[in-house]
């Protein structure tokens, strides 16, 4: 553990924390934007920029290691006066159309703006514009709302080891794209939508359906498969409209395309709300028991002619482990067979 | 000249080469053998190819030396070449009009040559041609009589300090390095030299590539590295190659690779190309680039001596600052240390260019007076105007205005002044440049070299550059230049690495200096200099004007009216501001301002 003083308070923290960890951990706020724990610190919205005494300019919290007996100052008149130009800056360069973003009520920057106070902009000048929209299926990227943070190009390298996007050009003109700015074509896992903190990236699913302050949330696990992944369900009008999922979770917020983006198929007209039977030719729809039982004649009625071998289970991924031992457990125990297998398995 | 030694150097440096160098040779060696000539000269008469040496405005540079007695000819065509055979090297008489003038000997008197000495001198393309003049003697002296400490501390008590830029000293980063935990350890020469205008690092790769490969020899000898490598620019493709050449020759006589000069250490060098981004000579992004990234600063700590390429301690070394190493050994950290002042030891080169009459290459004494360069050196200010500041240092630097002249060039004074030495840019400017025109140059630079990592770099050299176009386009409004002064303070703190927060440093400067010349673009719409087209007017100053019509016929625009014999009239409406007329009347009635 070193010792270290944060605006006059003294603190313990352990030895290769940076300063912003540092800061976080005794709750003293300091501001970002590209900063997220889960991903290597970066050090590009300068936002975090804190004064440490004895080094003469100041230095990225988020990339600072601390050191015994270090004396740091995250805010004086000086260092927001430095955050204040870094935020109009990247507002001097931003659509500011928040009243129709879909990220309105979400967004870091829309924070930033209102703690600054900022109505007018002493920069006004040339904003990057572009035509073409990605035609991917699921993540709508608007980069005139990039604000170039990086978050998306790490957590895809880093996280999902697929580096499906970068960074391309150079200076004003700097732009997070797929190579050769072709549509992005990728695993579509969403983690980049999740870590923006602007509307530059967004779930096409999601697009119109509702404002931030309408929607509820309701925490589930992924019916998907047996991960389990802690899921957050944004629910507007009696509709799921987005998914999410917290950092907090065992999933760490970390979806797959299936759990972040397959969620349609809760209000579609086709999905089966109860059990049918073919009678005549035709699907009935009839009651649990009138199922099971119908089931547990017919494979009574296999075992008792063919034999209990003629019977093989498969079971599904999506399936908790619990219910998995049941299956098997049923078919060797009550079918009688050793046939039972698993999708997972092929 | 039957029994003389007769030696034939010619430039082909990059500026030699475009002169016309490779003719110029070809020419020599077809006059050579030519019936008659060849039998008498034949054995002792050589042609050399040699580097730069400095004065690139006179190329074709030729020296003859006859028994070690030298003529330069200055301007040489593959035409002229029959008559200095037939003369010089036939008869002995030189061609005395082609010969150089004095200011070639001004040129060279004032400077003091480490770096360069052997530019100009040695063939590049034959590490024998270095060898004969003492080159690896430095290299087996270390292998075979010195420990890796020992040499650190020459290279610590010379004084050497990174000529890259930062002027961070050479054997404290060595020593770093040595001490950093790890087998794997890498030295890198930084060839990447982005600064626009700079040719010192070419200069010297393309003329005396050896002593840059014998100085990262030794540096890799004392802080451990086996592997090194040599990031330069693709667009230096006659550097590559003969570094290419040089690295091939020093491993087949066994100064690099396995077993070096028989000894127990190895080490070898690896080029790497870049893709002529600036911001890759900036150390930590010249990193990623070695490694397949996106050439992208990032944060220190960690410093690369800890944690450099592929995680292992690295040392970046500027070319200058390798080159000097070899001469520093040979030589003695005392001897080296005589030149320059208490805190910068040694020479620095200058790429010296604007509005100078003798522009090129030079190395100088740390600590010599600008004055020294700009007037004994430079020769003074082209069609004798009048000198209006030196910037120096790039787009990283600032300028030094004509009132300072006598500042000692050396890393403090040029600090104290608010520019820096960086690495060795040197743009002389008369009172026909306007100042808010080079911030706003240096800034377009800049911008468009941000890697745009960070904010305060890409969006906010943009701004700057937003308005100083708008000052210089006559679009200034009050309270621009507070903003511009507030902005690059703001620039300069917040950025991440060296390009942002020096990428200001123009302007400041030229605030700092010549306020008055940007108070009067903005609040009275008029550029002193004359440079700024929009805030130009030209008028016809009737008590001079004769009618000649002259102005009239030159005027590409038609803005030009009046009668034969009578004054005549700009319309300002139509006047596109090409100076045409400016340049034509011969009364001088024209006014430009
Ligand atoms: C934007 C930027 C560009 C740079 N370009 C170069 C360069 O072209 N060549 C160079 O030697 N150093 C360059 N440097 C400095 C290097 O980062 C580094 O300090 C230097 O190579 C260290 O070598 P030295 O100690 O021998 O000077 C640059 C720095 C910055 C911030
Ligand atoms: S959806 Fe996943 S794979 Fe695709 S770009 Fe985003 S993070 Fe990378
Ligand atoms: S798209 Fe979003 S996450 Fe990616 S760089 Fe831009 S603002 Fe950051
Ligand atoms: S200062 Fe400029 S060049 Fe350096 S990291 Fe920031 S954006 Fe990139």
Redesign the interface.
């Known amino acids: 553990m070193l010792t270290l003083t944060i605006d006059g308070r003294q603190i313990e923290v352990k030895e290769g924390s940076t300063v912003l960890q540092a800061a976080r951990e005794h709750e003293i706020y300091i501001p970002t934007l590209c900063d997220d724990p889960r991903l290597e ?6 936002l975090c ?1 804190v004064q440490i005494e004895g080094v003469p ?4 919290a988020c ?3 601390v050191s015994e007996g270090m004396k740091v100052e995250t805010t004086n008149e000086y260092i927001e ?2 955050r204040r ?2 935020v109009e ?2 507002l ?2 931003h659509p500011n159309d928040c009243m129709v973003c879909e990220k309105a009520g979400d967004c870091t920057l829309q924070e930033l703006a209102y703690f600054y106070g900022l109505r007018e902009n ?2 006004r ?2 904003r990057r514009q572009y035509a073409k929209r990605d035609a991917n299926p699921f993540i709508e990227r608007d980069m005139e709302k990039c ?2 943070c ?1 978050k998306c190009v790490r957590v895809c390298e880093e996280v999902q080891g697929v580096s499906a996007i ?2 391309a ?6 732009k997070v794209c797929p190579p050769f700015e072709k549509d992005l074509d990728c695993e579509f896992c969403g983690q980049c939508v999740s870590v923006c903190p602007t509307g530059a990236l967004m779930g096409k699913l999601s697009l119109g359906k509702g404002r931030q302050k309408d929607i509820k949330k309701v925490d589930t696990v992924c019916p998907y498969c047996g991960c389990g992944c802690n899921l957050t369900l944004h629910v507007a009008r009696n509709e799921v409209i987005r998914v999410s999922s917290s950092p907090e979770t065992l999933n760490e917020g970390w979806l797959c395309v299936k759990g972040r983006f397959g969620f349609k198929f809760i209000s579609s007209p086709e999905r089966l709300n109860t059990p049918l039977i073919r009678k005549n030719g035709r699907f009935e729809e009839v009651s649990w028991q009138e199922a099971l039982d119908h089931v547990a004649e017919r494979l009574g009625g296999i075992r008792d002619r063919y034999g209990p071998d003629a019977i093989a289970g498969l079971s599904s991924a999506r399936c908790t482990n619990e219910e998995n031992y049941l299956f098997q457990k049923f078919f060797r125990a009550a079918v009688g067979t050793n046939n039972v297998d698993h999708c997972a398995r092929y | 000249m039957e029994n003389s030694t007769i030696l034939i150097k010619v430039c082909m440096g990059t500026g030699g080469i475009a002169a016309g160098g490779t003719e110029v040779i070809s020419a020599f060696e077809k006059e050579l053998q030519a019936e008659g000539i060849s039998a008498a000269v034949e054995k002792h008469c050589s042609v050399h190819k040699v580097g730069c040496r400095g004065f690139c405005a006179r190329d074709v540079l030729v020296d003859v030396l006859i028994d070690g007695e030298k003529t330069t000819y200055e301007y040489i065509k593959p035409d002229m070449v029959s008559r200095i055979v037939k003369e010089h090297i036939l008869q002995g008489e030189a061609v005395q009009e082609w010969v150089v003038k004095d200011d070639y000997r001004t040129f060279h008197e004032k400077q003091r040559k480490v770096v360069l000495s052997d530019c100009g001198e040695v063939d590049p393309e034959d590490i024998g041609s270095y060898m004969e003049r003492g080159g690896y003697d430095a290299l087996r002296k270390v292998l075979t009589s010195m420990t890796p400490e020992e040499t650190i501390e020459v290279i610590k008590s010379s004084g050497l300090r990174g000529r890259g830029g930062a002027g961070f000293p050479t054997g404290l980063k060595w020593e770093f390095a040595r001490r950093a935990p790890g087998d794997t350890k890498y030295l890198i020469c930084n060839a990447d030299e982005g600064d626009p205008g700079a040719f010192m690092d070419r200069s010297i790769i393309e003329g005396n590539p050896h002593s840059v490969i014998e100085g990262m020899v030794i540096g890799a000898f004392s802080m451990g590295a086996h592997r090194g490598y040599v990031y330069i620019r693709a667009e230096y493709p006659l550097a590559v190659e003969r570094l290419r050449l040089a690295l091939e020759q020093a491993r087949k006589k066994g100064l690099l690779g396995e077993h070096i000069a028989g000894t127990e250490f190895s080490f070898d060098i690896k080029i790497k190309l870049g893709a002529g ?1 600036f ?1 890759c000579g900036e150390e930590t992004a010249l990193i990623a680039s070695i490694e397949g990234k ?1 050439g ?1 600063p ?2 220190k ?1 960690p410093f690369p001596a800890q944690k450099g390429l592929w995680g292992k301690p690295t040392v970046i070394n500027n070319v200058e600052t390798l080159a000097n190493i070899p001469y520093i050994v040979r030589n003695g950290a005392g001897w080296f240390a005589q030149f320059g002042t208490e805190r910068s030891k040694g020479t620095k080169v200058f790429a010296l260019t604007g509005k100078i009459k003798n522009s090129g290459l030079i190395e100088v004494p740390l600590g010599i007076r600008l004055h020294e360069i700009v007037h004994d050196i430079g020769g003074g200010i082209e069609g004798d105007r009048k000198l209006k500041a030196v910037q120096t240092g790039g787009p990283s630097g600032g300028c030094i205005p004509a009132e300072m002249i006598e500042i000692p060039v050396d890393y403090e004074s040029l600090a104290e002044a608010g520019s820096i030495v960086g690495s060795g840019g040197m743009v002389v400017m008369d009172e026909t440049d306007c100042m808010v025109n080079i911030a706003k140059y240096f800034l377009e630079f800049t ?10 770099c ?6 700057l550059l ?1 308005i100083l176009t708008r000052i210089t386009d006559g679009r200034g409004r009050p309270g621009d230049i507070e ?1 511009l002064e507030s ?1 690059s303070n ?1 620039v300069r ?4 690495c060296g390009l942002g ?1 020096t990428a200001p440093n123009p302007v400041l400067s030229t605030l700092r200096y010549f306020k008055a010349e940007y108070e009067a673009h903005v609040h009275e719409k008029r550029c002193p200099a004359g440079v700024c087209k929009n805030l130009l007017t030209y008028t016809i100053l009737e008590e001079f004007c004769t009618g000649c019509t002259m102005c009239a016929r030159v005027c590409p625009a038609n803005a030009i009216v009046g009668e034969r014999k009578t004054p005549h009239r700009i319309i300002q409406d139509i006047c596109i501001k090409c100076g045409a007329c400016f340049e034509t009347c011969k009364f001088k009635a024209i006014k430009k301002g």
Do not use: H, W
């Open positions: 610190p970066y050090g590009g919205c300068r920029l300019r100041p230095v990225t990339t600072t290691p006066g430095l130009t870094v800056l990247i001097s360069d002493r920069f000048g040339e604000i170039l990086g970068e960074i050009y150079r200076g004003f003109n700097a | 981004a911001v996106r992208m990032r944060a700590p911008q468009a070299e941000s890697c745009g990592k960070c904010v305060p890409r969006i906010g050299t943009k701004r937003e903003l902005l703001d703190a917040a950025s991440l927060q």
